[in-house]
Every structure is written in C-alpha cells, then in structure tokens.
C-alpha cells in the first residue's frame, strides 16, 4: 500500500512539475509576474476583489490605450472625466490608484500576466483536488485491509468448524469413542504445544514490534509537529503570502531584525485592511474582528476609545533552554522561510507547526548546510582559513564553524 | 613571596568552624532521613508507604502532563511602537540621582522594561562609569513594597481627593501666614529648583530646607569662609602624585565616588610603558574600601583626626616657610605625618588633601593645607564645582527647632527620611505639623507618619535634568509608564502652585527652550534639538579654567576649635558601607546580598572591632554586644576586621530599617542613632563609647569570607613600584616545578609537562585581563553580572550555608609579615601574628575559561564542555547535578542550584513575584534545581554583537564586545578582547614578561582570563 501511495506521490509532484512548467512558458508572462507581485498585488489580486478590482478579464473590458494612460496616472483620467473612470474611483472609495512608473511594454507583460493566470485559474483546483488524494487512498488501504483481514479470520474459523464436524463424523463411523470437548483455551494450549517454534517467532516479533512502537512512541513525546490550533481570527496564510504573494517579512517585520519574527501588530493588518473589507474565504467576518480589536467602524473609518489586543495562540513553542534568532537564519544564513516553516503560501490555511523542532533537527541542518561566507566581510579572514584547511567551500558547514557547539544556543 | 594571605581571622586561627568549612566546602546533607526516617514518620504525616505512593503517582502525573503541552498565547501589540522589536533592546540616556549616588547612565529595555543600567561614556562627569547602587536601582523599580496610590491619613485615596485636600489645606495656611517648609535632600534638578521657586512665590511663606543624611554641610561652609565659595569643588584626582585622605571613603562613597574612582584608577594603571604611579596614603580607624586600596595606611582614632590634620598642616607650613597654628600631639604618629608632609611638598600642586569629617574647623585647615600646596587650580578645583551634596546642617537645625515650637505650619518632605536618619527626634517634632506630606515612594518610616503619601515615580518613571557640576547637564527620560498610579514630586507641586503648566514634562521642555533661548542662536531651541539632547543624554558648556585660591580663613582659630576636640574610652566611627550606602535602597535584595567587600559580610551590620579589642576584651565573633553612646543603645554582633584601629569600632549605617519592604525591615540595627549633632553639624563618630557583652545568643554572620579557599597558596602576585621598575616581572618570575624524567628529577615550568591537545580555535578566541592594580573592589561587576545573568537571590541563611550564587566573587586577601616558612610546613596557626594594620588586596574571580579545563574531563554526561572561540560552556538542560566539576574546578566558581530559587516562596525575593520578574534578562535562562552554573563570559553578549557584525557585513570591532564586569567596571580595571586580533587591547594586556599572570599557574589549565600583578608604591618596604 506504501508503494501505491508512493506512485500516486510521484505522479502528483509530477504533475505540478508539468504545470508550473506550463505556467512559466511565457517569457512575458513571466516579466509580467514579477511585475505583478512588486507594483500590483498590494491593492490587486487576479481572481478577486481587494484594495482594486479583480484583473481577470480586465483586457475586454478596457482598450489596451485606455488601460496603459490609467496605470501610467489614473488621476489624470479620473480628472479628464473618463465615466468608466469616475465610476471605478467613486466604487472604490474615492481611494485613487498611485501612478506607476512603468514602461509601455511593463504594463503589457503584465496584462499577459493577468490574461494567463485568468485562463489557468481552474488548474489549481485541480492541483488541490490531486494533493487530497493519497491522504483519502492510504486511509482507503487501511480500510481494506481491515475487511480482508476480516473476512480471513471468518473464512479461517469456518472451515476449522467443518474440519471439527469432519473428524467428528469419521470418529462416530469409525466407532471411536468422543473426545472430550476442550475448552478454546485448552483448543489454543494444544495448538501452542505442537507449534512450539511458530509461537516462539510470533511472540518475538510481537515484542520486538511493541518494544519499536514504544520507543519511537516515547520519542514523539513534546513534540508538537503538526500542531495547528484554532486561532481567534481564521487567518489564511495561503490567502496572503500565496495567493496575493505578501512577502513573508512584510508581516513578520522582526525575522530581520531579532530573535523572534513576531506576530504582526494589528495596525500592520490595517495598511490593507483598511481597504479590504472582504476576503475570498470568510467574507467580511473574520475581517470585522481586526476592526472589533482595534476598536475601528470601517463605515466611517475612525478608531474608538476601546481597543482590545488580540490573544493567538502561538504554535511554534521553542523551550526557554535553547536561544533561536529569526535574522541569523534569514539574513545571515538567507535561510528560506519555508525551509522550516513549510510551504505555508501554498498549503496553510491555518498556521501549523511544520518541523518537529526538536535539537535532532536543528543539529542534522547544522550538519549539512553551507555557511554562506562569501560576500560577508564578517568571515573575510575565516573563510581563508577555513578554504585552506578544508579546500571546498562545500565542506565548510555551520559545524565546521562551530555552529553544533552547546552555548551557542544554550545559554 | 614573603607574603602570605588569609583569608579571615577564621582562618589564621584555625578556628574549628573555618576547619569544619573548609572540609566540607560543598555540605552533603540530604534530607532524605526527614522524609524516610522512623522518627520522621511518627512526627509527620507523610510515612514511607505514602511517598512511595506519591512517588508512584508524580511519576504517573508527570509521564502525563509531558505527553500534552500548555496551550500558549501570544499577544502583540495593537499598534506598535515603531521603535519597538520584541527581541530587540532599546537603550535610552538618562541619569540617575537619588540624593546621593549621581550617574549619567544608559538604560536596557526589552519590550518596554527597564533590564539594566549601563554608564553613558558621553557624560564628562562620570564617564561611563556606575556603581553597585546605581546598577541595582533598576531591581528598587520592581519593588513591591512600593507603594500603588496615593495614601491619605494611613489609607489608600486618589489624586483628586489628595490635590483637593492639600490645595484647600495649604491656601487655608497661607491666609494664616503659616509656615511651609519643603525638606529635600539635595536637589541637582535646575527645573525642579524653579519649580520650588515658583510655589515659593506662589506660598511666600515657604522655606526649602536641604538636608542630606551623609551630610558635607561643613565643607560648604568652611569653603565660604576660606574662599568665599559656598562650593564643593571638583576634585581631580588624576593630576596628583600624592593623594592623602583623613576618613574619607571616596572611592566608594564620598560626594562623587563614580567621578573619584575612575580619576584614581589613572593614576593607578601601569599599562603601555607607564612607570609612575600615584601614592595614596590614608588616615582613617575604619578599614574603609578606599583604605584598603591605600599605599600607605595609618591608623588614627576619630577624636585624634583633627590634632593629625593641624599637625599635618604645620609639618606643611614649615616646610611652606609659614607660620604654624596650634596643635595638639599626636604622639608616634608625628613620624608619619612629617613623612606625609614631605612628600606632599615635594608634589606641590601635584597633590590632594582630602578629609570626610563633617567639621568645619577641621575642612578650614584642609583647605588651608590645600593652598598652601597649590593645589587649588590643578587637582582641586572649584571653578567647576561639584552640586551633589547640598545638604546644610544648620538650616535643619533650625527647622527642628521650628517645628518644635510648633512654628511649622506645612512640612513637605521629598526624598528623605528623616524619623530613620534623625531618629526619635523629628518624629516628635513631626506631630506638631499640622499639613505634614511625604512624597516618598513606599510608606517609609517618616511617610507614614505623614498625614499625606503622595508617592513618586521611580527614577526610571521619571522626566528631569541634574546638574552635577556647575554648568554640566545630564537628562533623565522615563525607559518605562508608571507601574502605578503615582505622580512626580515635580507635578504635584505644580498642580499645587496652580502653575498654568502641570505637566512636568512640559514644564521641563520649556523650561530648558527658556535656557537655550538665553544661552545660544534661537536656531537651536527646537523640538530636534530637544530631541538629540535627550538621545546624548548629557550637555553642558567648556569647564571653566581652574584658578588658584588662597585661603583666608583665620587658620589659627581653625586649629583653636579643632584642639578642643576630644575622645574618651573606645570611640566609635558611623560609616557607610559599598552596596547599602545611606540605606535608601536598602529594600534591594542584590545590594543586600552584595557581599562587603572589605569584611565579606552580607545581609547584616556589625560592630567592627579589631583582633586587639577582641582578644583583650573577649569578644568572640558573632558575640551579641550591647553598645551604648550618645545616650542611646544598640544591641549588635561582634566582627572581628583586621585592619579596625585598636580602641576604636565601627558601625554602618543604612541598616535597621523597619518600615521599607520585606527584604531590609529589620536586617541589622539603625547606626543613625550614634550621628549626633556636634558644633552645628552631624558628626559621625562618637566617644566614650560603653559596649558590654550581653547573654543573647550569638548571631550568625553570613558572610561568603571563610568559603572558597585557595588553601594559602599563592595567588595574588603583589610587588613593588620600585621593584616593578627595576624587573618588570618582580613578583611574577616563572616558576618551576621538579619533575622525574626517567630517573632524574629535572625542574620544569608547568607548560612544559602539558601532556593535553590543544583546541581547534575558531573565528575568535575570547579571552579577558583583569588589572590587580586598577581594581578597588568596589563589586560593581558583581551587581552588574547578577542583573545580566539572572543570578538568584538565596537570602542569609543560604549564604551561611555557602551557597550564594555570585558568578563573579571578589577575594579580599589580608597580608601577613609572618614568615612563610611556617605556613609551608603547613601550621598555618605558627604564622599567627596579626599585625593591626595589614595590607588588603582585591582579586575578582570568575570562571577562568581554561583551555585544558578540570571540569571539563569529569562530567560525565558532558555538560560542561570547551568552544572553539575558547569559553567553558555551561549547558543547564543537559546537567544531572553530580556537582563533580565544581569539586574539580581549582577556582571554586561553580555555583549549584540547591533549590529553585524562582517562584519559590521560601526564596521571597525578586524572582518570587511578578513585579520583579520584570528585571529578568529574556536571553538568559533562569536556571531550575539541581543544576551547575556559572560564568558563561557573557555569551549572549558576544552572540548579539557577533550577529550584528554579521548582518551588517563586517568584522567585530575591538572592543565592541563588554562582558556586564567590563562594562560595569568604574576603574576599568577589566578588559575583555579577542585574542585572534593582533593589535586588540586584550593582546596589548598580555604580557607574561611583565605583569600578566594566571591564577594557580602551577596547574597549568591555560585559562583564557589573566591578572596582572598588583603593584604598590611604597618605599620602605622591600622584598627578598
């Protein structure tokens, strides 16, 4: 059954493989992408509405002219009288579109952009759908087995029941007198007797299986991998850094300045949601309770006198005994986000704990990666040194440096 | 070395305890026969088969709560500060004075609370430096004997009920014409001055009245009379040769000891070449810190101070070719003073007389001294005079007597307490105030026989500005919001005076927009200006040139008065000690616990007396006296302090406290009461002292002196300038050990018998020097380290038990003439010969950090292990407690958790309760029970800068790494570097063909920390 899911693993990755090869076909597009996510996706999503409208279809509604004069300086436009113009300024809030400082052929890209992402967007779905499976397949296994292993134990007892019958009749044809009935338990001591070394290698196995269990179940012990508790507020990484392509630091500011990344202050919330009154998954309700927070009437955009914090629940515990700092890892090691965290943009709607945290995990990673030397005038002469006693760069691992050493982060 | 040390009287005696002690140095006592014992079963309630039952189910209990882990939250703020990363220190420029201690600091908040007070280097006053009170005040922030609203007639109120009732109160009076008197100590704030001014103008019938507890009100005054200037002049200690100090503790404690400690230690140091040092010689009956740091150090009963300085003045005078004044023998200690003479005129200008008493004849003839030598104008100056004391004597001699008379209509007392400080006295005078208000921060000994408490913030709450010289500001801005609901004496004067501005803060702004606009270009009186001078801290205009001043007091009158003074029977000196000082911060449990450092005694007061006295009388230590002078009565344990002058005690004061928190109230007896008013001013000595031993049961002295013993050998390498020039390493030659090579025996230095493999050495090599010569053992770093690393509280029964949890001690030796063949035969009582005046050296020990360390090799689940940037590491979550390292470790540095000191209701000190948790360090664990600590080097300190260099792409600068010691340091005595950078200070250090050295160098554990030989300027004494 590890095998099946494996393969549909396989075939899965494959997939995306396939479609992410797809999706960066276009070299424009691609452009357009990057452009997208630096000028665009702070106030515009593709799909849906945000700060600005939805993009998707934008290229049939408005003529490419119109649309570069707008991108270029909607103030102008709203101000020459433009009806469409004035319509979009007054629906949104009198909120004016800063002018961007892009090129001609920028702006293009990413209407290519827009126009490629509007047509592809039932593929992702699909992608989601496929990611369920080997979950729903390996819990499918499990249940057949059960009924199989069932279904044997019914077919066993019944043909011992016939064998039972059969040896009774030849006994009473053969004259014989009755065996005294055994009990099951006498029925299963008798059995025992005769398998003396089937019984041996089942008990063996049976402790060496209990024991394996036990001791890797003991090692789980405190170990919060997967811990995804409900949060006050149903906040969707995927929705944030995924789909509308937030940085990760744009929020959790403090991941390159110290040692904890830190939950963002509301009011960072507000840099967006003052505008964006409604998401895609939850509606307006799950953005009323920033607002409830901070005391904010979104009607009238004022703040009132009783503001009151909002309590998370944290889900990455690390134990007080051991020292950890977001920007050694992020700025100094430029140590991806996902790398402990996991693919929170693709997957989490919920922030989970993805990495079991634990020091054996800390030390294999310390292990294996490379310092990242150059270019850092802190390791100028180390590096020397370190190049002449190990020759490659690649060797040269956060151990080799001493990063395995007990106070570097206990203390 | 022909001298040898030890460590306390307990150890030169060989008492039976010091031998019990020292054989069982780390006590094995298990209370396992009081939980398991028969008798304990018949006693208690909990027999055997019930703790095997409770052992079964805490098992079973914590196998379970393991498996499941506590849900926890995590708030941010709404909207953040932008200043503010959590995780990320904050340090503000601010300045601490409390009416006593005056420092220009820094302070380290962690999301929004005060952790740390470091020194502001920017400040030309203090210069960086701080001391033990100063460090620990951030812990008297989070006390929680303050008090949380203000309190009317003895029960709690609001503002508004307070104000209402003291404005209709005080306009009631003022229609009466009644008095209102404002008593302060000193007050160095410009704004509040106004500010007093002010609701003087508005109540025309206020006085301010300034009175400090330790009071220099007899220096002002003899100031006025020989110069003019009712100053304290600036003392510059750095530009004399010669300093010469009669009873005056001014390392530590006198006026400005911060400014005086540091001006010293450059006088003091030998590094780069430097051949000259100054010689310091000390009159004094006490063995006061500063003494024990002297050159030279003569005993002189306080009655006899005076007839010495007249003496010393006519010895000068007669050399100035002058005439002399009249004075009184001194019998053998003539030949010292004429010594001492001649050697101040041979440095004419290049010297300092300094004197602590409290006495104006006698400041008049140590002026008179000063300026017959010149030293007006270079080492004494009062151009640039120093405001920290203000006190005057007479002015509350004449409130006392006001108030008696019933004459006081309003008394308004700001930051003193003066029914502790005065005794009975003003609380008898106190109830005939009719509007008596305290702003006092805790229902204090004279709050709380106010009718009004309307308590102040805490120094870290609070606006202000200060002026520690003349013409030299520092700032103060809140690192914190009020904890609680309390105001500034400053606003609440001014909501009083009905001023048009009742916010202090505004109030201080204008105030200094005011200064600016007078001062200089209108340009410059902006909110950013405003603002750069907050973030400095510090400003002030050029130091005026320093003029030369003759003294034109009448001399001879002078010496008149001071030849009427006399003694009786065995005299005593009311002194203050290093940590507690005048008692304000006596509810601080670091300072208690700081042990003295010149009788190693913590959480208690005593009466010194000397070894002579003790044996003539009888007196054993711990022995409960009763004391009687001045017509009051103490009763109070005996000390025994070599160094104390035959004939003469010691008391300090700031102790018996009974109305300041849990931790002081009623830690020691109240030494204030022996401070008696002599000739209109406090003096601090008395005579005729009658002290007879009393029945009570000995008390026990927790002092941390008899523990830790390096067993006589020799650790502190001592020499003498003279020697020092002639041999740079005098003192510290190479030794050899005889060693078998096959059969031969051969004399080899440790290093070359090393049978150990050397480190893999990192990106760095830490490592630390520690100047024996700059050092005064003040144990400053002791308090800076505590708040640093979170070092525990464990209270006075702990410490008895040598358990306290210091990660950084500071060894007082006492020296011996006695000859050391004796000691080496191993009869440590032949060397008994104490002379009555020893020399006292300071040696701080911390982890030594060594390359090829003992402690390492013996744990057996390697918690304890080396780094390749040369730090012994210390790894809580992986100890057992087998305690084998700290048996292994010669240094005796390794602390052991015996209980878990935090939320621990029998340890009742900081870490017991919310408020003083605040203090923690968050990048320093706080370490549970049953688990080794100690010194680390600060390794969060070196990781934070590392990362920093790394994020911002360069190298670490030299330097720029401080351990807590090193920044704390007043005398910057220790030095913390990278031996990897060739020209870092630590390398400039290390020189082993001089002075550097390290401890126990026969062991040849290669410690990363060295020393460098202590080095005196004496002349008549030579070594073989």
Not at chain 2, 740 to 745: D, F, L, P, T
Not at chain 2, 813 to 839: H, L, Q, R, V
Not at chain 2, 872 to 883: A, K, L, P, W
Request: hydrophobic share 35%; charged share 20%.
């Amino acid at each position: 059954m590890h095998n099946e899911s494996y393969q549909r693993c396989k075939l899965f990755l494959f997939l995306i493989l396939i479609l992410s090869l797809g999706s960066i076909s276009g070299a424009s597009a691609q452009d357009g992408e990057a452009l997208f996510k630096t000028n665009c996706a702070a106030c515009h999503a593709v799909k849906d509405r945000v700060v600005g409208p939805a993009l998707q279809g934008i290229e049939n509604r408005r003529s490419e002219e119109w649309l570069l004069k707008w991108v270029k300086n909607s103030q102008d436009v709203v101000k020459s009288g433009d009806e469409y113009a004035v319509k979009l300024f007054n629906d949104f809030n009198k909120v004016m579109m800063p002018s961007q400082n892009l090129k001609d052929d920028e702006i293009k890209a990413i209407l290519a952009y827009v126009k490629k992402e509007a047509e592809k967007v039932e593929q992702p779905a699909a992608g989601a759908a496929t990611s369920q499976e080997p979950e729903e397949t390996g819990k499918n296994t499990f249940l057949y087995l059960l009924i199989g292993a069932v279904l044997l134990l019914l077919v066993t007892s019944v043909l011992r029941r016939i064998q039972h019958m059969l040896a009774r009749t030849v006994r009473q044809k053969e004259g014989l007198p009755e065996q005294a009935p055994r009990s099951r338990w006498q029925s299963f001591v008798h059995w025992a007797r005769h398998n003396k070394k089937l019984v041996a290698v089942i008990l063996i196995l049976m402790t060496l299986y209990g024991s394996g269990k036990a001791w890797y179940g003991m090692q789980s012990i405190g170990i919060s991998q997967g811990y995804t508790p409900d949060q006050p507020i149903k906040f969707s990484h995927q929705v944030h850094s995924g789909t509308n392509a937030i940085a990760c630091v744009y929020c959790h500011s403090g991941a390159e300045k110290g040692k904890t990344a830190g939950v963002p202050s509301a009011n960072v919330c507000m840099n967006c949601h003052k505008f964006i009154k409604k998401g895609p998954l939850t509606g307006t309700v799950e953005i009323a309770k920033i607002y409830k927070a901070l005391d904010y009437d979104p009607d009238k955009g004022t703040y009132g006198p009783n503001p009151k914090p909002i309590q998370w629940v944290r889900v990455h515990n690390l134990p007080d005994l051991s020292y950890f700092n977001h920007s050694q890892h992020f700025v100094v090691g430029k140590i991806a986000c996902q790398t402990c965290h996991g693919p929170v943009q693709d997957s989490m709607t919920v922030a989970s704990q993805y990495s079991p945290l634990t020091m054996g995990w800390c030390i294999n990673c310390h292990r294996t990666t490379q310092v990242k030397m150059t270019g850092n005038a802190y390791y100028n002469e180390y590096h020397k040194e370190m190049s002449a006693k190990y020759g490659s760069d690649s060797l040269i691992t956060v151990e080799k440096i001493g990063g395995t050493e007990c106070a570097r982060c206990h203390y | 070395m022909s001298k040898t040390y030890w460590k306390g009287v307990e150890e030169l005696r060989n008492d039976a305890e010091f031998v019990r002690l020292k054989n069982n140095e780390f006590p094995e006592h298990l209370p396992l026969d009081e939980v398991l014992g028969e008798k304990a079963a018949d006693i208690t309630t909990t027999p055997r088969r019930d703790f095997l039952k409770f052992l079964g189910f805490s098992v079973a209990a914590a196998s379970l709560a393991a498996c499941e882990a506590p849900v926890r939250k995590t708030i941010p703020y709404l909207v953040k500060p932008e200043q503010v990363t959590p995780g990320v220190a904050d340090w503000y420029a601010s300045t601490y004075f409390d009416g006593y201690d005056y420092s220009s600091i820094l302070v380290k908040t962690r999301e929004g609370r005060p952790i740390k007070i470091e020194g502001n280097v920017l400040s030309g006053v203090t210069k960086g430096g701080v001391n033990a009170r100063v460090q620990a005040s951030v812990l008297s922030l989070y006390d929680s004997a303050r008090l949380k609203n203000p309190v009317a007639d003895g029960g709690p109120s609001t503002w508004a009920n307070v104000d209402g009732a003291i404005k209709s109160k005080l306009d009631e009076l003022a229609a009466k014409k009644g008095n209102i008197r404002i008593l302060s100590s000193t007050i160095i704030s410009p704004s509040t001055r106004s500010i007093i001014k002010e609701f003087a103008s508005k109540y025309p019938t206020t006085k301010h009245i300034t009175y400090d507890a330790v009071s220099c009100s007899a220096m002002l005054q003899a100031n006025k009379e020989s110069f003019g200037v009712e100053a304290i002049p600036s003392y510059n200690f750095d530009k004399a040769n010669v300093i010469v100090a009669f009873d005056c503790d001014f390392l530590v404690n006198w006026i400005s000891p911060i400014e005086h400690s540091r001006l010293y230690a450059e006088t003091r140091k030998l590094n780069n070449g430097k051949k000259e040092m100054s010689r310091h010689i000390q009159f004094e009956s006490a063995l006061s810190l500063t003494g024990s740091n002297a050159d030279k150090r003569i005993g002189i009963k306080p009655s006899m101070q005076g007839a010495a300085i007249a003496n010393l003045y006519n010895a000068v005078a007669k050399l100035a070719g002058v005439s002399t004044v009249n004075a009184a023998s001194v019998g053998e200690n003539q030949k010292d003073i004429e010594a001492t003479a001649k050697e101040l005129w041979e440095n004419k200008g290049k010297s300092v007389v300094v004197c602590g008493i409290n006495h104006v004849a006698i400041q008049n003839l140590v002026n008179g001294m000063n300026s017959l030598l010149g030293n007006y104008g270079t080492t004494v100056d009062l151009d640039n005079p120093c405001m920290l004391r203000q006190g005057n004597d007479a002015e509350l001699a004449s409130l006392m007597d006001e108030m008696n008379k019933g004459e006081v209509a309003a008394l308004f007392i700001y930051n003193s307490n003066p029914v502790y400080t005065l005794s009975n006295s003003f609380a008898e005078a106190l109830k005939k105030v009719s509007l008596s208000v305290s702003f006092s921060d805790r229902a204090d000994e004279t709050a709380s026989q106010c009718k009004f408490i309307c308590p102040d913030h805490h120094q870290l709450e609070s606006w202000g500005d200060a002026e520690p010289k003349k013409d030299q500001y520092s700032l103060t801005q809140p690192t914190i919001a009020p904890l609680f609901s309390t105001r500034q004496f400053q606003e609440s004067l001014l909501v009083w005076s009905g001023n048009a501005i009742t916010n202090y803060h505004d109030y201080l702004k204008s105030y200094w927009k005011e200064f600016f606009f007078k001062n200089a270009p209108l340009s410059i009186a902006t909110e950013d200006h405003w603002n750069k001078l907050l973030q400095s801290g510090v400003f002030g205009g050029a130091l005026m040139p320093a003029k030369n001043y003759q003294s034109s007091a009448n001399l001879n009158t002078s010496a008149d008065a001071v030849s009427k003074m006399s003694g009786s029977g065995i005299e005593m000196v009311v002194y203050e000690k290093t940590g507690i000082g005048n008692g304000l911060q006596a509810n601080n449990p670091w300072l208690q616990e700081l042990p003295d450092p010149v009788s190693k005694v913590t959480w208690d007061n005593y009466l010194a007396v000397s070894p002579k006295d003790a044996r003539e009388k009888g007196w054993l230590q711990g022995n409960v006296v009763q004391v009687k002078a001045n017509g009051n009565t103490v009763k109070v344990p005996v000390f025994i302090q070599p160094g104390q002058m035959p004939g003469t005690v010691s008391l300090a004061i700031g102790y018996g406290r009974t109305k300041t928190g849990k931790v002081a109230d009623n830690v020691g007896v109240n030494a204030y009461v022996f401070a008696s008013m002599i000739g209109g001013n406090l003096s601090y000595s008395a005579s005729g002292v009658e002290i007879s031993k009393t029945t009570d049961e000995d008390h026990v002295l927790a002092t941390t002196q008899s523990h830790h013993t390096m067993m006589g050998r020799a650790i502190v390498k001592e020499t003498t300038l003279e020697e020092y020039i002639r041999k740079p390493n005098a003192g510290n030659e190479e030794e050899l050990f005889a060693v078998r090579v096959g059969k031969e025996e051969v004399k080899k230095t440790a290093k070359e018998v090393n049978l150990w493999d050397d480190h893999a050495e990192g990106n760095h090599h830490w490592g630390m020097s520690i100047d024996l010569n700059s050092c005064i053992g003040c144990g400053s770093c002791v308090v800076a380290c505590t708040a640093e690393n979170n070092v525990a509280v464990v209270g006075k029964a702990e410490v008895i038990r040598s358990r306290e949890m210091h990660w950084m001690r500071i060894d007082r030796y006492f020296s011996s003439d006695a000859d050391p063949k004796e000691g080496e035969k191993g009869d440590i009582k032949k060397m008994e010969n104490p002379s009555d005046m020893p020399k006292v050296v300071f040696q701080p020990v911390m982890c030594q950090h060594c390359a090829h360390a003992p402690c390492e090799t013996v744990c057996p689940v390697i918690a304890t292990s080396h780094s390749s940037e040369g730090m012994n590491q210390m790894i809580y979550n992986r100890c057992v407690g087998t305690r084998y390292c700290a048996n292994n470790c010669p240094y005796k540095v390794r602390r052991f958790n015996w209980f878990k000191y935090s939320d621990n209701a029998k340890f009742d000190f900081n870490m017991n309760d919310d408020l003083g948790k605040m203090v923690l360090n968050p990048d320093v664990v706080v370490r549970s029970r049953g688990v080794m600590e100690k010194c680390s080097l600060c390794v969060q300190r070196i990781q934070e800068v590392k990362l920093n260099a790394k994020r911002d792409g360069r190298t670490v600068k030299d330097g720029e790494v401080k351990t807590a010691c090193s920044q704390s340091c007043p005398t910057q005595a220790i030095t913390f570097g990278d031996y990897k950078v060739k020209d870092s200070e630590l390398n400039k250090m290390w020189k082993p063909e001089e002075r550097s050295y390290h401890l126990l160098e026969e062991l040849d554990v290669q410690p990363n920390v060295f020393y460098q030989t202590k080095v005196r300027n004496v002349e008549e004494e030579k070594h073989s």
